[in-house]
């Protein structure tokens, strides 16, 4: 297919832009070419997609079902319980129903941990949005439960083979915390052979520090170190807890971070140090994390909250300014999974989205991107393109009104059960 948007600001001027295939071919001034698609970009601006480098996806379901709890107690008493009930279906409706909030919140591609690989692999394709299926461990640090999970990651890489160009493979390590050292040596071993990309919850609560001295006599990034898993292409989520050693390893090892400030803030985990990162700040990313605890998808959202804690924390107000954020939420992203994207340039992936400049939080038009990062709200974004097809226009998503009932009969069943 190709789309071609006439008159639309990129950077800081009006230009053209043309699609083709599954990239942008061209940008220039009055592009005469014949496309399947005219866009009329006037008073639009063009950004990149946003890159959610950690989530999980089908948590939609969970929304609103419990908050305000201690993290322990909401996690045994509410969240675990009812993500027993779940099947492949209500995974597959409730990924669905987060593809839709990201599309319509901006976002183009998102790293999931959660379980029922088959049903994410579904409805990630159908949606069209690029993703990251993570085979998800969790053994409880018994390594026998490990052994029997095996065959079932080995199964779902093997399934990866077959997956479009939009869809990627990694293993997604729950944590130090419920994966024994046996298991994290294993993935660590076999993301070497195989060059997957692996996925982990790392340092997100004092406790979890405070446990891994008592059993371990090391820091939590020190024993991951320990097991070979660090050697690899690795996500680190929340990372706030570290001390300068620990960060000197993570930067030693190119580790990417996935920041995920409203979980952090929600769940009283702690605060990102983003000042010891500036230097490192090419592979900081952000996530939103899963709907139970956020408890939404918006990455704009996530990109302020960022920004702001970055200040708060430093007692620094030039701390992650506006442009820094935007790169951070959109191309930090793309290069932590390798994807030719996140920028808007020629050759590029055409992974954008156009956003309403005659919207009231879009004027005056002091500085577009002071404006996308500190004023906006998701109801900017008029259309949002993935891999050069469109996923929205004019804040219409195909197959939203379905997607929205489905979500809701689901629900119904799964409190019936
Ligand atoms: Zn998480």
Known sequence: MSILIKNIVIGKEVKDLLIEGHLIKKIGYNIFASAEKIIDGSGKIAFPGFFNTHTHAAMTLLRGYS?????????????????????????????????LEMIK?????????????????????????RAVVNSVVIDFNNPDNFKQQVPRILEEYEKSKDFPDT????????????????????????AQKHDITLHIHLSETEHEVDECMKFRNMRPVEYLDST???????ISAHSIWLDDHEIEILKKH?????????????????????????????????GT?????????????????????????????????AE??????????ANAFGINGGKIEEGKLADLVLVNLNH???????????NYVYSANSSVIDTTICNGKILMEDRTVPGEIEILKEAKDCIKNLLQK
């Open 105 to 129: 919140t901006g976002t183009v591609f998102f790293n999931d941990m959660y379980w029922h690989f088959d049903g994410i692999v579904r409805a990630v394709t159908e949606m069209g949005i």
């Open 167 to 190: 869809i990627q493979y990694a293993i997604g390590a729950h944590s130090i915390y419920v994966v024994s050292e046996y298991a994290l040596g294993w993935i660590a071993d076999f």
């Open 228 to 234: 070979g898993f660090l050697e690899n292409n690795v």
């Open 360 to 370: 009231h939080l879009m004027i005056p038009a002091h500085h577009h991107i002071s």
């Open 67 to 99: 908050d305000d709890l201690p993290v322990l107690q909401w996690l045994q008493e509410k969240i675990w319980p009812f993500e027993a009930k779940l099947t492949e279906e209500d995974v597959y409706i409730g990924t669905k129903l987060a593809c």
């Open 289 to 321: 994390d899963g709907c139970a605890s956020n408890n939404n998808l918006d990455m704009g959202e996530e990109m302020k909250f960022a920004s702001c804690k970055a200040k708060m924390e430093s007692k620094d107000p030039t701390m992650m300014d």
């Open 324 to 333: 820094t954020a935007l790169k951070i939420a959109t191309e930090n992203g």
């Open 254 to 286: 190119k580790t990417t971070i996935a920041h995920i400030p409203t979980s952090n803030m929600k769940l009283s985990s702690g605060i990102f140090q983003y000042k010891k990162f500036t230097d490192y700040m090419e592979h900081v990313t952000i």
